[in-house]
């Protein structure tokens, strides 16, 4: 990465990191699409929404640009990707970013405000385990507002489908190996170059001294959320989207 005056090119941090999800993940532009989608539906193009496990600001990043007048804020625990997140949107107003552990029975005290209009997280809520996730998402009935959506893509496997799962995996790996002969950088090379930059070299020693080298959490079927949401508290909850392998679970409060 090259730097600025300013510091980090937070740019170029933020844009290298949306190419490595991609390697992994084809159609993740599809699923925030579609997330956006339904965020208009449900709670029109104004929302206060909070971007949860946000990482480097993915989702607000394209909340913001798709609805001039929404408002996001963003909580995580990761201290290199915050800073990534801090320092790409540092000139923008309508986002803010706290750090928090989603584990932490007080993590909501941390927030701004204690109703959103829209939760949102892509990608990470893997690493949490089932018993955990239940009581995230019974934490998260309570900051959804009435008739607000809450929604999760991420890998939701159906354990029922094994040669449908090893057919699509195979096909996947195989396109991921190509990308990668061709110059792709996977999650353990991105990580390398952040500890090699000189402004995120402690935050992401701080990252791997708190998770470790990656999720050690469960990955349910979409089924398993829907149902999970539903006991929470929420009225409704379903599939909107998905892929052979991941899905976009909404909850309606």
């Not at 971007?51 to 290199?80: M, N, W």
């Not at 996947?172 to 952040?194: F, I, N, S, Y």
Request: with cysteine; proline share 6%; charged share 25%.
């Amino acid at each position: 990465m090259t730097e600025t005056i300013a510091g980090a090119d937070w740019q170029g941090w933020q844009t290298s990191w949306d190419r490595q999800q991609e390697w992994y993940l084809p159609d993740r532009e599809e699923r925030f699409r579609v997330m956006l989608d339904m965020v208009e539906a449900v709670a029109g193009p104004a929302p206060r929404v909070l971007d949860l496990a946000c990482g480097t600001g993915s989702i607000s990043d394209r909340l913001l640009r798709r609805f001039p007048q929404a408002e996001s804020v963003g909580v995580d625990l990761d201290p290199a990707l915050l800073a990534i997140a801090e320092g790409y949107f540092a000139d923008e107003p309508r986002v803010r970013f706290t750090r928090a552990d989603l584990k932490d029975p007080q993590w909501r005290t941390k927030l701004p405000y204690d109703s959103y209009d829209a939760v949102l997280t892509a990608t990470a809520l893997h690493w949490l385990y089932a018993d955990d996730l239940r009581t995230l998402y019974g934490q998260l009935a309570t900051l959804v507002r009435d008739g607000g959506v809450f929604m999760n893509a991420d890998h939701m496997p159906d354990e029922a489908t094994p040669r449908i799962n090893a057919a699509e995996r195979a096909l996947r790996h195989a396109r991921m190996d190509e990308a990668k002969a061709a110059g792709a950088v996977d999650w353990a090379e991105w990580w390398q170059l952040a500890a090699a930059d000189p402004l995120l070299a402690g935050p992401t020693a701080e990252r791997f001294a708190i998770y470790g080298e990656h999720a050690d959490g469960d990955t349910p079927s979409a089924h398993w959320h829907a149902q999970a949401l539903r006991a929470a508290g929420f009225a409704e909850a379903r599939t909107v989207w998905a892929s052979p392998s991941d899905a976009l679970v909404l909850a309606l409060k």
